[in-house]
Every structure is written in structure tokens, then in C-alpha cells.
């Protein structure tokens, strides 16, 4: 059974830093690429940020490029998200996700989601 359970979130002032990790289970890790999805109250679910299997390649929503870094250890089953520098409009609910291809097609899966809230 695929399991991802985020943490690491919490109150922080603007200009503050998080580190959040995502442990995984249930799949093989090493082989899937992961993705940080966060949802504000009142806003759709937004990318946030993704990373390839290997951690060779990453990509970011423009609104936290230069602030946030998603990176991956594999041998922990680990996926991070550092967010430096942050900003009230980064208050939300952040989730990691999985694709994972199984049962002859590709299911998403989420965890149940950390709060972040970025205020003075």
C-alpha cells in the first residue's frame, strides 16, 4: 500500500525557512519521480515543485523559483521541499505526490498534507 506522510510544517515569519520531507512506502522510491503540490484556502491545488528518479532534474512553479529546493534521498525514501525566503502567499496546505503505474495504469497518490503558514 503506497503511504506518503509530509512534515516539517509550521507557523514562520516572512523571510523565515521550512524544510519539509515527505517519507514514502509502499512503492519503489527510487524509481518514480515526485512532485510538492500545495493548496491555499480557497485556491485550487497548484505544482509547486518536481524532481526525476534520479534527482537529475527539477522544475518549479515561477512563484517560488530562487526561494524553494526540492531534492530526494533515495536510500531514505525521502522527498524535501527547503523554502527559504517566505512570503505570506505561501500559506497552504503542501502535499507530496506519486504517480505510481500499477494495477495496468498510473495511480496518483497523496499524502494527507502539512500546514505552512507565513505570518508576522
Known amino acids: 500500500q503506497v503511504q506518503l506522510v509530509e512534515s516539517g510544517g509550521g507557523l514562520v515569519q516572512p523571510g523565515g525557512s521550512l524544510r519539509l520531507s515527505c517519507a514514502a512506502s509502499?512503492?519503489?522510491?527510487?524509481?518514480?519521480?515526485m512532485t510538492w503540490f500545495r493548496q491555499a484556502p480557497g485556491k485550487e491545488r497548484e505544482l509547486v515543485a518536481g524532481?526525476?528518479?534520479?534527482?537529475?532534474?527539477?522544475n518549479y512553479a515561477d512563484s517560488v523559483k530562487g526561494r524553494f529546493t526540492i531534492s530526494r534521498d533515495n536510500a531514505k525514501a525521502t522527498l524535501y521541499l527547503q523554502m527559504n525566503s517566505l512570503k505570506p502567499e505561501d500559506t497552504a496546505v503542501y502535499y507530496c505526490?506519486?504517480?505510481?503505474?500499477?494495477?495496468?495504469?498510473?495511480?496518483?497518490?497523496w499524502g494527507q498534507g502539512t500546514q505552512v503558514t507565513v505570518s508576522s
Open positions: 509502499g512503492f519503489t522510491f527510487s524509481n518514480n519521480a
Open positions: 505526490n506519486v504517480r505510481v503505474w500499477r494495477f495496468g495504469g498510473w495511480n496518483s497518490y
Open positions: 524532481i526525476t528518479s534520479d534527482g537529475g532534474n527539477t
